[in-house]
Nanobody
Framework: QVQLVESGGGLVQAGGSLRLSCAASGSIFSINLMGWYRQAPGKQRELVAAFTSGGSTNYADSVKGRFTISRDNTKNTVYLQMNSLNPEDTAVYYC?????????????WGKGTLVTVSS
């Protein structure tokens, strides 16, 4: 069993910054993707930023230049530094992890952390 623990959400004024973290624990053999998605009210869940196998990173166009994803492989933890936040960034942010656990494919979502950006 794999668990994802997210932290770092909250309320921030436009122009401010927040840092999210997601720590994975459990039996993890390999990781294909680990990163962040978000879902705003009335909208579909969308990719924000993620590491994929091979070490490459993907960012949504809307966050490029403002958000930075980083990781600590020793702790199976990813971070999302969010700068220059605007009200359109308001959403529940979910950590996602895919890969192999116990010789079986794994696909996990965190419970989500709410980010609210006030204007």
């Amino acid at each position: 069993q794999v668990q994802l623990v997210e932290s770092g959400g909250g309320l921030v004024q436009a122009g401010g910054s927040l840092r999210l973290s997601c720590a994975a624990s459990g039996s993890i053999f390999s990781i294909n993707l680990m990163g962040w998605y978000r879902q705003a009210p009335g909208k579909q869940r969308e990719l924000v930023a993620a590491f994929t196998s091979g070490g490459s990173t993907n960012y949504a166009d809307s966050v490029k230049g403002r958000f930075t994803i980083s990781r600590d492989n020793t702790k199976n933890t990813v971070y999302l530094q969010m700068n220059s936040l605007n009200p359109e960034d308001t959403a529940v942010y979910y950590c996602k992890l895919t890969g192999v656990s116990g010789f079986r494919p794994m696909d996990y979502w965190g419970k989500g952390t709410l980010v609210t950006v006030s204007s």
